[in-house]
């Protein structure tokens, strides 16, 4: 059963406009958010997170926004560029767990053109 | 300053062939991960060490074992290596178990 879900395996968009991401996830004991962002032959490299204390966290083009009740957050791209083309990996963390692993979403292709 | 290092970047094994991943950290952090991802799938964690001395297994440890040498090296031993461990390892360590975690290149690894 996957705790955390992104449901679209892929999102193209064009260069200039907003790319959107989503993620859902299952589990309420889940508290702290993380987006990463996957180049090809790389290892995951950390974007942007969000405590469940806050609905909304902003790091220049990016935007993570966290909907508690809805079990859902969603990452803004503003404005996308080619090299944001990349595999976007959801995250999720529970911070009371000892020695807290990530549970991770499947990821979301985005491809940016020019 | 070098981050998550991982050694070999790939290797072609044999099945029950055996072989060490090496992983080495040097932001002097307290936690570190072993995660496996698998095409159309996330990373899935096989083993974690929340702090020098202690290891737990994740959600895919079979087949694995773990040693945590020091608080900067947390290597992942596959003592017979089978076709169904062919896979992308990634290594990660975060200062605390609840903070960010940062990655490694990782090691692309085929099980014939």
């Known amino acids: 059963d996957q705790q955390v879900k992104q449901n679209s395996p892929s999102l193209s968009v064009q260069e200039g406009r907003i790319s959107i991401l989503n993620c859902d996830y299952t589990?309420?004991?889940?508290?702290?958010f993380l987006w990463y962002k996957k180049y090809p032959a790389e290892g995951p490299t950390f974007l942007i997170s969000i405590s469940s204390i806050k609905d909304k966290n902003e790091d220049g083009r990016f935007t993570v926004f966290l909907n508690k009740s809805a079990k859902h957050l969603s990452l803004h791209i503003v404005p996308s560029q080619p090299g944001d083309s990349a595999v976007y990996f959801c995250?999720?963390?529970?911070?009371?767990?000892?020695?807290?692993?990530?549970?991770f979403g499947k990821g979301t292709t985005l491809s940016v053109s020019s | 300053n070098a981050g998550v290092t991982q050694t070999p970047k790939f290797q072609v094994l044999k099945t029950g062939q055996s072989m060490t991943l090496q992983c080495a950290q040097d932001m002097n952090h307290n936690s570190m991960y072993w995660y496996r991802q698998d095409p159309g799938m996330g990373l899935r964690l096989i083993y974690y060490s929340a702090s020098e001395g202690t290891t737990d297994k994740g959600e895919v440890p079979n087949g694995y074992n773990v040693s945590r040498l020091n608080k900067r090296e947390f290597s992942l031993r596959l003592e017979s290596a089978a076709p169904s461990q062919t896979s992308v390892y990634f290594c990660?360590?975060?200062?605390?178990?609840?903070?960010?975690?940062?990655f490694g290149p990782g090691t692309r690894l085929l099980v014939l």
């Open positions: 589990n309420s004991m889940f508290d702290y």
């Open positions: 995250a999720a963390s529970a911070v009371d767990q000892a020695g807290t692993a990530l549970i």
């Open positions: 990660a360590s975060s200062a605390t178990g609840v903070e960010t975690q940062y």
